[in-house]
């Protein structure tokens, strides 16, 4: 999954427009023009699937002392489920990306 992205003409800021999909989908979806309220500027663009990209994050890989060491991480001390555990309420019909 990836960020949905665009570029504010006036600045040349790339933007997030707060949606995460997956490329697939994004390929998939017919063209069309929106506006979106710009964080870089503030003011109201219009935008169309040519001028938005989905953005990949990439993540180095990194082991923390307690991995090299061998030895198992603590559990969370807040109990219940794992912090990086997160599910979406069931009316919006999707998990959340983890």
Known sequence: MGALMVCCPATGCRISLGVELVQATFDRTPDFVATFTCGACGAEHPWS??????????????????????????????????????????????????
């Open 49 to 98: 699937k040519a001028d938005a990209w989905i953005a990949v994050a990439e993540f180095e890989a990194t082991r923390t002392k307690s991995a090299a060491s061998g030895r198992p991480r603590p559990q969370s001390s807040r109990g219940g489920a794992s912090p990086s555990a997160r599910h979406a309420p069931a009316e919006w019909g999707m998990p959340l990306a983890a």
